[in-house]
């Protein structure tokens, strides 16, 4: 009987550090695309915000909205960050 309940809680954690990685890694997949569609944007829009963290940055492009480049303002609305 202990092994097995050895068995399930090696199974349970093995599967937990498996889905974090993926969730990690499709996270990095994300942050990727953003850096690729907003970059330019973020460098002349709020790089004063830069070291601030992410959601000082996010919220700068979203105030500017309107000045967005048309790649940046269509990642943003795709992961539901922009209306």
């Known amino acids: 009987m ?4 050895t ?8 599967s937990l550090t498996v889905f974090a990685s993926s969730f990690a890694s499709a996270q990095d997949d994300v942050r990727k ?13 709020c ?3 830069f070291g601030q963290g992410d959601m000082m940055v996010l ?9 967005l ?3 940046c303002r269509k990642f943003l609305t795709e992961i539901g960050q922009l209306n």
Not at 2 to 5: I, P, W
């Open 2 to 5: 202990t092994f097995s309940r």
């Open 7 to 14: 068995c399930l809680f090696a199974t349970i954690a093995l």
């Open 33 to 45: 695309k953003g850096d690729r569609a907003c970059g330019g944007d973020s460098r002349k829009m």
């Open 47 to 49: 790089s004063k915000f």
């Open 59 to 67: 919220g700068c492009l979203q105030e500017n909205k309107t000045r």
């Open 69 to 71: 480049s048309g790649n």
